[in-house]
T-cell receptor, first 114, second 111 residues
Framework: NAGVTQTPKFQVLKTGQSMTLQCAQD?????MSWYRQDPGMGLRLIHY???????DQGEVPNGYNVSRSTTEDFPLRLLSAAPSQTSVYFC?????????????FGSGTQLSVL | SQQGEEDPQALSIQEGENATMNCSYK?????LQWYRQNSGRGLVHLIL?????REKHSGRLRVTLDTSKKSSSLLITASRAADTASYFC???????????FGTGTQLKVEL
């Protein structure tokens, strides 16, 4: 199993550009989520999904869209990138069956918005 | 807002010494988890302790939870250079797997 795979690893955007960060997992996990990590602030939840067709907002959802058409994939879309979205983005997944399960993280995408 | 705050922010010790990191949180939790992050990498789960547990062990790791004080500690015994990393506590409060992470402790273990 590859686990949680994120692409790309690095990306530079200009203000106003759009892009999609890809996340895929091969563990048949129902729960998937996106976090951003900024220096001194830990990780903050952007969006999450408890299963295909179901998504919800986290702590910092503004400027980001998500969809979950399959169990495996959970892409994060930046519609109009802003410098404040410069960050490292992590996708994470876990089983969800009424239990409290650990998160499996991808290796991250480092995004710079100029 | 941050749920968990780690203390200290940075810790430097010699190989073989024990490292203790503390985490305080604000609201009632269902469970608390500790994660490790090596530089430039994703987070890796270390240990989970439920709200009705007070202490848990996993190898060289010992985690305690005091729900009355809303705090947890992570002890790494006989530290190694390979333990050099950032350590984060994360709390689960509302059901499901939405974790709220603290700001982390940077641990450096020197030879």
């Amino acid at each position: 199993n590859a686990g949680v795979t994120q692409t790309p690893k690095f990306q530079v955007l200009k203000t106003g550009q759009s892009m999609t960060l890809q996340c895929a997992q091969d563990m048949n996990h129902e729960y998937m989520s996106w976090y951003r990590q900024d220096p001194g602030m830990g990780l903050r939840l952007i969006h999450y999904s408890v299963g295909a067709g179901i998504t919800d907002q986290g702590e910092v959802p503004n400027g980001y869209n998500v969809s979950r058409s399959t169990t495996e994939d959970f892409p994060l879309r930046l519609l109009s990138a802003a410098p404040s979205q410069t960050s490292v983005y992590f996708c994470a997944s876990s089983l969800r069956d009424g239990k409290f399960e650990k998160l499996f993280f991808g290796s991250g995408t480092q995004l710079s918005v100029l | 807002s941050q749920q968990g705050e780690e203390d200290p922010q940075a810790l430097s010790i010699q190989e073989g010494e024990n490292a203790t990191m503390n985490c305080s949180y604000k609201t009632s939790i269902n469970n608390l988890q500790w994660y490790r992050q090596n530089s430039g990498r994703g987070l890796v789960h270390l240990i989970l302790i439920r709200s009705n547990e007070r202490e848990k062990h996993s190898g060289r790791l010992r985690v305690t939870l005091d729900t009355s004080k809303k705090s947890s500690s992570l002890l790494i015994t006989a530290s190694r250079a390979a333990d050099t990393a950032s350590y984060f506590c994360a709390t689960e409060t509302g059901g499901g797997n939405k974790l709220t992470f603290g700001t982390g402790t940077q641990l450096k273990v020197e030879l």
